[in-house]
């Protein structure tokens, strides 16, 4: 089976793609000068506390940050035996978030979840709007229905996403009642999943999905309506039309399945986007995903903590552009036996 | 022309040896590159629209100074969220030139709130070339000459005021001068760097070629906001904000180039093929000599026309950055800064014009998304509609 064969391969590909990509996100954490362990040394000998610089002083061995920067990296992972053997991201060991004090597993447990949904929901928003209006927009070319969509993609792709975030969240509440904050009402946190849970989530991810999805969801159509209108403007089409095949098939039948295949494709240019989207969406509207926890990292300097959520949205998204390849082997049988994607 | 007897046509024009009988049917087909190019850009009226609204927006960045009433960071304590205030010219059905309405701000302790009183007996008209806070006129001529500014004892806050009492109109003028070249500084980052990379992967091919793509490829993988975050948050907190302004443009660009980069290979590529090419390395033409002569300006065009494209990501990256606080920092005024104020519900519900600054960012990344549509539509002048 040469898909299978293509899928094993892509699946190894991605592997070491995330190998090379851990790397830079660990030379990137240690870029600025000092760490957050230095930081806090240097702050209780200003203050005089001599007896904490020894606690620090613990962790700084335990978490062996005074091994060499190639060494650091390799027991972070998993590769090389830190002070406790083997105990990297490889073996379910996220490390220690200095700044809350707590493993890093702790801190980001449910918000890996909830990232991941958010994420998911935005990708079925943008293929529910834009397919259907990319067809239409492209079926009605040069009619009020293009121009509208247009306009509106534009408008999407221009407006920044926070201040999208901010004006759909304030007027959502203020006429439709859409509720405010969060991923879920403050009284099903921590319960386990009930019907009432699942309709607050629902009702709480009506505006990030929309808001994050909206500049991909406009991209992706002004693609899908430029491909189906080049291949509407071929022969065969007009054959169709000729023999009196309705125009509704004439559309779908052929032409339609051969525009769909960048569409497919292009989820790996659109994945990066949406899951950057949803950071600063998280970040504006206060959701329970990874989003905040990055940013309080990233300004204390917080390491493992920074890096891990950083290596998590990169794996995420190479395993959804990893899915769509083998989507598209499926979809399209001229691809399946020609060379790889070069 | 003369009509012979036998039915025959002959010019009556004496006959020109010399004449030029290569000449072209199409008069079109010996017009520069540029022309047509030109010629077909001027019937895309949304991108030549605009294109003269950058190029205005860009050309008043020297004069910000000039033409704000205010200084950027210039504080109005008795004004503190002062709404927008109208430029009137009618007093009392009379003309008297453009004024304003003093406004004096009482305090409402009922909602913390202040609230403005306008004193409808008394304009103000409106002062011009007057005297106000000293700015660099062009970048250098020290002056403290202002286009407009309000008479004493009268404020003029066209767009309202922010929570420290600072003219959002004046701000979202300076704010332009960093925001719209942010842009700029990113995308020659990304130009040098997508162009020499792609160049060498394209033309050299082998094995820089693959360690190029595979680099192209991680980096296009990676989501490019986290990667901002981290990138911005290791910029030295001590550094003046010139420096962390120079910084910010070129992290936006050093994200930018593979794109660019893999889009100048697969160029080369095709093109390394062609006769031309190979005569030029048969003359002995070094390859540095050939990317730059022969190569690229084959498809220059193509380049600045995705830089436009790329340039309003630039700005909206910028902003973001800003807005959370990871990007340029207080002193320096830029529309993701101003828009940092902004940032709760309160201030959209109660002070609405503080989210003004968004205006400008949507116009100016349409207008790039615009032009760039029109230049891509109209760069190959020999194809037709």
Redesign the interface.
């Known amino acids: 089976m040469p898909i299978i064969r293509f899928a094993v391969f892509r699946f190894f590909t991605m592997l070491m ?1 995330l190998v ?2 851990s790397a ?2 660990f030379f ?2 240690n ?3 000092g760490d957050y362990l230095s930081n806090l040394i240097a702050e209780l000998r200003s203050t005089g506390q001599e007896s904490g610089v020894a606690k620090v002083e613990f962790l700084r061995r335990e978490y062996s940050l005074d091994q060499p920067l190639w060494r650091q990296y390799l027991i972070w992972m998993g590769f090389y035996p830190g002070p406790h053997g083997f105990s990297g991201i490889l073996q379910g060991d996220f490390g220690w978030s200095f700044e809350f004090d707590k493993p890093v597993s702790e801190i980001v447990g449910s918000a890996l979840w909830l990232t991941v949904l958010v994420n998911v929901a935005a990708i079925l928003f943008v293929y529910m709007v834009a397919l259907p209006l990319g067809v239409l927009a492209a079926a009605r070319s040069k009619t009020w229905v293009d121009y509208t969509s247009a306009f509106v993609g ?2 999407g ?7 999208l975030a ?2 759909l ?2 007027y959502g509440h203020k006429y439709l009642n859409l509720p ?1 904050g969060g991923l879920m009402a403050p009284e099903f946190e921590g319960e386990p999943m009930s019907a009432a849970k699942v309709k607050s989530v629902l009702l709480h991810l009506i505006i990030p999905t929309f808001v994050i999805g909206t500049s991909g969801a406009a991209a992706m159509m002004q693609r899908l309506r430029a491909n189906l209108l080049d291949e509407l403007s071929k022969p065969y089409v007009d054959t169709a039309r000729a023999k009196g095949v309705p125009p509704v098939k004439a559309i779908l039948k052929y032409p339609l399945r051969v525009a769909f295949n960048p569409f497919v494709a292009d989820i ?2 659109l ?3 949406l ?3 949803s ?2 969406v998280s ?2 509207l206060g959701l329970q995903t990874i989003g905040p926890a ?2 309080t990292a ?2 204390s ?1 917080d390491q493992f903590l ?1 890096g891990f ?2 290596l998590f ?2 794996g995420l ?2 395993i959804g ?1 990893m899915v769509s390849d083998v989507l598209l082997m499926l979809l399209d049988p001229r691809i399946r036996y020609g060379g790889r994607d070069r | 022309m003369t009509n012979l007897t036998d039915d025959h046509y002959v010019d009556s024009a004496p006959y020109d040896a010399n004449a030029e009988t290569s000449a072209p049917a199409h008069p079109d087909l010996d017009a520069p590159n540029w022309l047509l190019i030109w010629r077909k850009f001027r019937r895309h009226k949304l991108g030549l629209i605009s294109a003269v609204f950058l190029a205005i927006s860009y050309l008043m960045m020297p004069f910000a100074g000039f033409i704000a009433p205010y200084t950027p960071n210039e504080r109005n304590a008795d004004h503190l969220y002062a709404a927008p205030q109208m430029v009137h010219f009618f007093h009392e059905g009379k003309f008297i030139g453009p004024f304003v309405y003093p406004e004096t701000a009482t305090a409402d302790l009922e909602q913390f709130r202040w609230v403005y009183t306008s004193d409808y007996d008394h304009p103000a008209k409106l002062e011009f070339f007057c005297k106000g806070g000293t700015h660099y006129f062009l970048g250098f001529i020290k002056t403290d000459r202002h286009l407009f500014c309000a008479p004493e004892g009268a404020t003029v806050f066209l767009w309202g005021a922010d929570r420290l009492g600072r003219d959002v109109f004046s701000r979202i003028f300076y704010g332009g001068q960093l925001s719209l070249t942010v842009g700029l500084i990113g995308i020659t980052v990304s130009f040098v760097l997508g162009i020499s990379i792609g160049g060498i992967a394209g033309y050299f091919g082998g094995w820089i070629d693959w360690v190029v793509n595979r680099i192209i490829e991680v980096l296009r993988s990676i989501p490019e906001l986290p990667l901002w975050l981290a990138l911005s948050a290791a910029v030295p907190s001590h550094w003046g904000p010139v420096a962390v302004f120079f910084i910010i443009s070129i992290i936006l660009g050093l994200l930018d180039w593979p794109g660019l980069a893999r889009a100048v290979r697969s160029k080369f590529l095709s093109l390394r093929e062609e006769e031309f090419v190979r005569a030029a390395e048969m003359m002995g033409a070094k390859p540095s000599r050939i990317i730059r002569k022969h190569l690229l300006p084959n498809f220059a065009s193509h380049l600045i026309a995705s830089a436009m494209l790329s340039i309003p990501a630039m700005i909206l990256g910028e902003t973001a950055l800003s807005f959370l606080g990871l990007g340029l920092r207080a002193p320096a005024v830029s529309w993701g800064v101003m828009l940092n104020d902004a940032q709760n519900l309160a201030s959209i519900e109660i002070y609405p014009w503080t989210a003004i600054p968004m205006l400008p960012v949507i116009f100016v990344v349409l207008a790039f998304n615009f032009l760039g549509d029109g230049l891509r539509d109209s760069l190959d002048p020999y194809s037709h509609d």
Do not use: E, R
């Open positions: 793609t090379v990509v830079l996100v990137i954490m870029l600025p000068p534009y408008l792709l221009a407006t920044p996403n926070f201040l901010l004006m969240f304030y405010i790996g240019n994945l990066p986007s899951i950057s989207g950071v600063l970040v504006v990055l940013l990233l300004k300097q920074a959520i950083l949205v990169a998204t190479l552009t």
